[in-house]
């Protein structure tokens, strides 16, 4: 049985006397600040699974075995660090560049692993996870990937964060244009913050539905940690949920943002007796990519696209929310960002957030990709233990349309499914530089634009030499599975 102790301890120790080395190195200190760098992400993931899931996680095979090669390669990187530290600088000039090489190596496999660890957790979360009913109104069930990656650590560094929450506020203007509520205001909307107006209750956040003097009613968003600050976006387009206001509070601030009658997108999802059909498939999905290309014209970088963020109006037009406290703001000209910050969901945000704490536009595109992918897989009914690109790939590969369901009997709306599909993979693709923009996803879908094919390389096994194969089939994830087909981000049942 693994070690649901010990790994995990030696693990923050190991990472721990990492950065303490790393701030007194005498040469090849920039290489080892990046390490450092590298090591901080991984601290506040492994702090915050440890929270979030406890020994059970852990003691799966698939994520122990995960964990103990990432315990295997943080000593390499300790030795190498505090081999830097004694280095004089007589041997300096013969030895920092054979150093930087090692040091870029290990850079590289902790960053790599740091993957394989997140994948694994993936998939004990998506074959343990199951709906939890509830007698509270809610807006959708509990879905695997509606679990945050790692909620912020007491230790981690925000001064990114904040700063484009600044930025936010400076580029929007927002505290001009929205109304500033009392909190006796909102006391009375909701009958003192009542059980009976909740309407979901997360894990950072609680919703309340309220009716304000004038007959209208909004949603109003409270965080239960008063270091994790909403903020308001004065932000207006017909996909995007519409914040109309804010309340100061010693707290934390309580957000109101107008009222989404119709629910959750998860809602259609799971819900077998009422699935969408093609047509209002495609409705929803093109009001989506409109939503995120707005998104990016306002340079909004919104990490968290699943479907318990998407809602509907009484029109039932889909709006994404969920921007209270996972939204960035790029400046003008700016083409990424590096955060040691963990925002998103398991399963949706890019592997390069994962590995080297990047954001940027294209972030956008890969969750949007990855929600695309779901809603389609989605139509067959509840979809098992798979994630929406494990479940691409075999259609696409296969080319079995059939995968949607009942086949379609119009060879024209046949030939859309195989288009969506292809655009999801293309947006989904592992390397930054190879998905599309949202202008082109728009274009793609109006059928205005030619498809390129997807490079499906691009998901063979990750830091692995050993096997030619994408990275949930490979065998790194299938040894110590007593007997069982073991595979990233699926299982057979």
């Known amino acids: 049985m693994a070690d649901v102790v010990g790994i995990p301890t030696e693990i923050l120790r190991l990472a721990l006397a990492i950065r303490q080395a790393a701030d007194t190195v005498r040469q090849n200190r920039e290489d080892c600040l990046e390490i450092q760098r590298c090591v901080n992400r991984l601290h506040g993931i492994m702090s915050s699974a440890i929270r979030g899931t406890g020994t059970d996680m852990i003691a799966n095979l698939a994520v122990s075995a995960a964990l ?11 030795d190498l660090v505090t081999t830097c530290q004694r280095r ?17 190596r290990v850079q590289r496999d902790i960053a790599n692993q740091l993957l394989m660890v997140n994948f694994a957790q993936v998939t004990t979360l998506l074959i343990t996870t199951r709906p939890v009913p509830r007698e509270d109104p809610v807006y959708g069930p509990v879905e695997p990937w509606d679990y945050w990656m790692a909620p912020r650590s007491e230790d981690a560094v925000y001064d990114s964060i904040h700063f484009c929450m600044e930025v936010t506020a400076a580029v929007s203007s927002s505290r001009s244009r929205l109304r500033v509520f009392s909190m006796s205001e909102l006391e009375a909307a909701t009958n003192s913050f009542s059980c009976e107006q909740v309407i979901h209750d997360g894990d950072s956040v609680t919703v309340y539905k309220g009716v304000l003097p004038d007959g209208s009613v909004v949603a109003i968003k409270r965080s239960h940690d008063e270091k994790d600050l909403l903020f308001p976006v004065h932000l207006q387009h017909k996909n995007v949920v519409t914040s109309l206001g804010y309340c100061p509070h010693e707290q934390g601030k309580l957000v109101v943002e107008e009222y989404m009658p119709n629910g959750m997108l ?4 799971n819900e077998m007796s009422e699935q969408l059909d093609w047509p209002s498939t495609l409705q929803t999905v093109q009001g989506i990519a409109e939503g995120v290309a707005y998104l990016q014209t306002m340079r909004v970088v919104h990490p968290d696209l699943k479907p318990s963020n998407i809602f509907f109006d009484s029109d039932m037009n889909p709006k994404i929310g969920g921007l209270g406290k996972s939204k960035l ?3 003008q000209g700016v083409a990424q960002i590096k955060t040691e910050e963990l925002l998103g969901t398991v399963g949706n945000i890019p592997p390069e957030y994962i590995s080297d704490g990047i954001i940027s536009m294209k972030s956008n595109v890969f969750s949007f990709g990855v929600l695309f992918l779901r809603i389609i897989s989605g139509m067959r009914g509840p979809v098992l233990n798979q994630h929406p690109i494990a479940w691409a790939l075999g259609v696409w590969e ?4 059939e995968s949607f369901g009942p086949s379609p009997q119009d060879q024209s709306e046949r030939k859309e499914r195989e288009r969506c599909i292809c655009i999801g993979l ?3 693709q592992m390397d930054p530089r190879g998905r599309p923009t949202m202008p082109d996803v728009l274009a793609m879908l109006n059928g205005q634009e030619e498809l390129p094919s997807p490079e499906l ?8 030499a050993e096997q030619e194969q994408p990275w949930w089939r490979s065998s790194w994830w299938k040894r110590r599975s007593d007997g069982r087909n073991w595979s990233l981000l699926e299982k057979t049942r």
């Open 68 to 78: 103990g090669d990432l315990e295997r390669i943080l000593r390499r990187a300790l």
């Open 88 to 104: 004089s600088t007589i041997c300096h000039c013969f030895t920092a560049g054979r150093m930087s090489g090692q040091l870029l």
């Open 266 to 269: 998860s809602e259609m999802i």
């Open 329 to 331: 703001v790029l400046e």
């Open 398 to 401: 296969a080319r079995q349309t």
């Open 426 to 428: 293309l947006c989904t």
């Open 457 to 464: 390389s691009c998901f063979t096994g990750i830091g692995s």
